[in-house]
């Protein structure tokens, strides 16, 4: 079975799983909302380690990690991998933490589409008439908020920025998915651990120095990090590029009803008008990707 053009049931349950467990993420962090963006990253780093090692060691697949350690090139490319997704992680936490869970919700949505632009700019792949609309709803999205606050959503822009490199770099590291994020990890391990005890060392961090369970909620910061991690990096083998376009929009909606409906943010004002631009561009978009694949199927 040629598993990039199939979707399979295995593939659909590793994908859709990521997706919730990323939705509901909010839901963690915002009990993790009196600890500082920094700390709560660095034990995101510090405890996927040994989740990202083991399943590495049971894969037998930790050869490839020593190798890219060992070469200049591949180091090069983690250490861009690793600065951006930590840059990414402490935006998401900070604005969680801040009740722009809205703001996080539209920088995942505007992502597939700053993806694209980055795929025609970088990669010379080219956009249809149709996807370069998405964009553009996009765009007028963006420039409504910022208008009306008198400055960039740096929350939104932030996210889907920091990500959409994020994944650009990604794809050019010559290395699975599971290892690279293994090597990412080892990576900012040094100034995960150097920073958590510095906090530790001058009684200003919460790592055993708060309550109980805000120890268990960092500790488990490594569960929620790395378990959505390495389900979509299964699910998405098992997938076509098409359905996993359009099941990423689970997470950010998950994001969207906690914002509102949990966390009570307002949805007023330019929101109003921004969101739904974003989700005609968003319907836009996914019709284009399912043409495209339809057509090259029959062809």
Known sequence: ?????????????????????????????????HVSPAEVVAHRIIW????????????GRVADVVAAFKSIKMMTMGLIT?????????????????????????????????????????????????????????????????????SL???????????GFYA?????????????????VLVLLPFALGYSFYLFATETGSFLESDLMTTLLLLGCGAITAVPLLLYSNGAK????????????????????????IFKEPFTGPRVIAFPLIWAALIIYSWSLYRNFSVNRSN
């Open 1 to 33: 079975m040629d598993l990039e053009n199939t979707d399979t049931k295995s593939g659909l349950a590793f994908a859709v799983s990521a997706y919730l467990l990323w939705g509901v993420l909010p839901l963690y962090m915002k009990l993790l909302a």
């Open 48 to 59: 996927s380690v040994p989740i990202a090692a083991a399943v590495l060691i049971s894969l």
């Open 82 to 150: 690793a600065a951006l997704i930590s840059f990414n992680w402490t935006v998401y936490v900070w604005a969680i933490a801040s009740d722009r869970a809205l703001d996080a919700a539209l920088g995942y949505y505007i992502n597939p589409l700053f993806s694209v632009a980055l795929g025609a700019v970088f990669l010379r792949e080219r956009p249809n008439a149709v996807q370069l609309l998405a964009i553009g709803f996009a765009v007028a999205a963006v420039a409504i908020l910022t208008v009306s606050a008198g």
């Open 153 to 163: 959503p740096l929350v939104t822009v932030g996210l889907f920025v920091s990500w």
């Open 168 to 184: 650009l770099a990604k794809k050019q590291l010559p290395i699975g998915p599971n290892q690279g994020f293994l090597l990412e």
């Open 238 to 261: 098992r997938l076509r590029l098409t359905t996993i376009a359009i099941l990423q929009y689970i997470a950010p909606t998950m994001i969207f009803l906690c914002a509102v409906l």
